[in-house]
């Protein structure tokens, strides 16, 4: 499985707003999400057991092409977020939102 890190610029190749949030339930993919946060995890030199992983929000784009998981991992306004088009997962990014909204 490969799975590539995005770039700001990548990672907003797959954001088109307005995003929805759906539970993880409502996913329609067939994508093994265990094997991927294993992976993720791994790539991202998060050495957490998968047990203390959580997705705590998942977004789909407007278009209902591309999801956005996010994946909690006891870091405050830290998220992977494993970005997929319902067939493979397309990369993962390192959303900071501490960095993003800090003003500076």
């Known amino acids: 499985m490969v799975i590539t890190k995005l ?3 990548d990672f907003h190749r797959y954001f088109q707003p307005p995003m929805r949030k759906i539970s993880l339930s409502e996913r329609s993919d067939k994508i093994d999400l265990t094997d991927c946060i294993k992976v993720v995890l791994k790539l991202a030199k998060i050495y957490k057991p998968i047990e203390q992983i959580h997705i705590p929000h998942i977004y789909i784009d407007v278009t209902n092409s591309y999801e ?8 405050k306004n830290i998220y992977l977020v494993l970005v997929t088009n319902k067939e493979k997962v397309i990369g993962y990014h390192v959303l900071d939102l501490n960095e993003k909204y800090s003003g500076t």
Request: charged fraction near 10%; proline fraction near 0%; glycine fraction near 10%.
């Open 68 to 75: 956005h998981i996010l994946l909690s991992y006891g870091m």
């Open 7 to 9: 770039s700001e610029i």
